[in-house]
T-cell receptor
Framework: AQKITQTQPGMFVQEKEAVTLDCTYDTSDPSYGLFWYKQPSSGEMIFLIY??????QNATEGRYSLNFQKARKSANLVISASQLGDSAMYFCAMREGLGGSNYKLTFGKGTLLTVNP | DAGVIQSPRHEVTEMGQEVTLRCKPISGHDYLFWYRQTMMRGLELLIY????????DSGMPEDRFSAKMPNASFSTLKIQPSEPRDSAVYFC??????????????FGSGTRLTVV
């Protein structure tokens, strides 16, 4: 079974609107972290936002927020007020065993977001 | 802070040749990761090091791949002999010790390898 599932290969959004990118995960570990990265066409991986499994509040970073629904094992990324520069590939990733020595990040397949003017 | 530095940015080589990719992690980061990105398989972890010691190499595809970290500021990923199916973008990332803060995983710009 895939550990990280991103069901939307591509998404379109109008500039200035909000968009939600879906991510579901699969783990039996009670301690884990969830990450979102942005990969623009230039290729670099840019960290956006992080949510720990024990965090009580949903993470927010500027226009980015993470809709964390633990019981549903979902960690959707919400981008508010989309900008043309948000057009990129977005990856959800997970690290299991936060209290231990596992530092491996497992990535989803990604969602290509296109922001239309 | 210069970030994680990878070289070269692009590499084109002929099948059968040896290829060496290089990475300089952020100073003070004692975890170093090598990832490979392809259209078919997405981002896969190949190997990671802690304090220059390989911890998990289960993602290394086969014996043609080898990685070393001779010191805290340098790592190499070598493919010998290279094959067309090795064509991919190879990312290096580093992380500081302890619980990683959200910014702990910093990626380099990647090396785009094309084997013809």
């Amino acid at each position: 079974a895939q550990k990280i599932t991103q069901t939307q290969p591509g998404m379109f959004v109008q500039e200035k609107e909000a968009v939600t990118l879906d991510c579901t995960y699969d783990t039996s570990d009670p301690s884990y972290g969830l990450f979102w990265y942005k990969q623009p066409s230039s290729g670099e991986m840019i960290f956006l936002i992080y949510q720990g499994s024990y965090d009580q509040q949903n993470a927010t970073e500027g226009r980015y927020s993470l809709n964390f629904q633990k019981a549903r094992k979902s960690a959707n990324l919400v981008i508010s007020a989309s900008q043309l520069g948000d057009s990129a590939m977005y990856f959800c990733a997970m690290r299991e065993g936060l209290g231990g020595s596992n530092y491996k990040l497992t990535f989803g397949k990604g969602t290509l977001l296109t922001v239309n003017p | 802070d210069a970030g994680v530095i990878q070289s070269p940015r692009h590499e084109v080589t002929e099948m059968g040749q040896e290829v060496t990719l290089r990475c300089k992690p952020i100073s003070g980061h004692d975890y170093l990761f090598w990832y490979r990105q392809t259209m078919m398989r997405g981002l896969e972890l190949l190997i990671y090091f802690n304090n220059n010691v390989p911890i998990d190499d289960s993602g290394m595809p086969e014996d043609r791949f080898s990685a070393k970290m001779p010191n805290a500021s340098f790592s190499t990923l070598k493919i010998q002999p290279s094959e067309p199916r090795d064509s991919a973008v190879y990312f290096c990332a580093s992380s500081p010790p302890g619980q990683p803060p959200p910014y702990g995983y910093t990626f380099g710009s990647g090396t785009r390898l094309t084997v013809v």
